[in-house]
């Protein structure tokens, strides 16, 4: 006999639209697979794949759940066959591949983390897809360094907060980009050497001028900020390209990319193998989460909203009117 509600609160989507198709439901409460625990999940974040599912932009891949959600913090209610690590009643964060708005999420094991120390559940909430994003391409893929310069276009959103923070705790200089003034200063406050305005200053000169040019450049803007990236960016540098608020087509001259050596890459972390997302937990855990502990790193959560209210979440994010990461409370 279970010891969890058969059924649960989600959040589905009435068709692919705008925020206003985000709805309040009742389902049956998953169970958990092989190797999967079940989260009861006291809050769930709100990312840039949210979005693009809701807008019939990026379905989910085969066997996820139709459910938004891709991070939730709760305890564990129940475990698959071949559960080796986790418990019920244990404390944990997840990166999901779908399914996180509602009461309950089933995630597999090896995407589990465990709070870090002195944060709450909203805070830890607010880490997996984000921690796994910029690590995975920013440390793994681009190797950033030490002394090298990390330039994060989005500053003051859920990817750059981390960003920002990351590269600082691994001794990079960071520049990053935002506006209004507000989200700058965020940028500047959770510790970037240079926050740039976007609408009064160009990056490319700021950058230039100040640090030489950027060794790596992390982007979600797309549009004409491709052809900027590569001029803002030093001799052998790496551009990673994680989304297109402007658009992904464009007319480039990729003469620089020669001459500089740059290396332009890009990922959706979502379609990654799962064994590749188990490395990057591990990863994570061992060199990563003590830093919460001592302070290098803090959780950064603008905006708590209740799970029915998703739709008003989106509809912030879509306006960038929050600050780092927003999280909803089933």
């Known amino acids: 006999m279970t010891s969890y509600a058969t059924t649960m609160q989600v959040i589905e989507m009435s068709e692919a639209g705008g925020p206003e198709v985000l709805r309040p439901a009742q389902r049956p409460t998953p169970e958990p697979g092989p190797g999967e625990v079940l989260v009861k999940v006291a809050y769930a974040g709100v990312n840039g794949p949210d979005i693009m599912q809701r807008k019939g932009l990026y379905p989910p891949p085969q066997g996820a759940s139709d459910l938004l959600g891709l991070e939730v913090a709760g305890q564990v209610a129940a475990m698959g066959t071949d559960v080796k690590r986790w418990k019920v009643g244990d404390r944990v964060c997840g990166l999901a591949n779908g399914g996180g708005y509602a009461e309950y999420c089933s995630i597999l094991e090896d995407h589990c983390l465990p709070i870090p120390a002195g944060l709450g559940l909203a805070e830890a909430a607010s ?158 855990e061992a060199q990563v989460w003590p830093l919460f502990a001592t302070g290098k790193l803090k959780s950064v959560v603008g905006t708590t909203l209740p799970l029915a209210q998703a739709g008003e979440a989106h509809r912030l994010m879509e306006q960038a009117a929050h600050r780092g990461k927003i999280v909803l409370q089933a």
Not at 154 to 171: H, S
Not at 206 to 220: E, H, K, M, Y
Not at 234 to 246: K, P, S, T
Not at 252 to 273: E, F, I, Q, W
């Open 127 to 284: 880490l997996p897809e984000a921690y796994f994003t910029v690590w995975s391409n920013i440390f793994m893929t681009a190797r950033l360094t030490a002394g090298e310069t990390l330039l994060v276009h989005g500053g003051a959103g859920g990817l750059g907060t981390a960003a920002i923070q990351l590269g600082k705790a691994f001794g990079a200089r960071v520049a990053a980009t935002d506006h209004p003034a507000d989200r700058v200063a965020t940028c500047t406050t959770i510790g970037a050497d240079r926050a740039i305005d976007y609408e009064t200053e160009d990056f490319v000169e700021t950058v230039r001028s100040a640090f030489g040019g950027a060794d790596v450049i992390l982007d979600i803007v797309g549009g004409p900020y491709i052809q900027r990236n590569i001029k803002a960016a030093r001799h052998d540098g790496r551009i990673v390209q994680l989304a297109f608020a402007l658009g992904s087509k464009v007319q480039l001259d990729v003469m620089p990319v020669m001459l500089k050596r740059l290396l332009y890459t890009g990922s959706t972390l979502r379609s990654r193998a799962d064994s590749f997302k188990s490395e990057v937990a591990r990863q994570l």
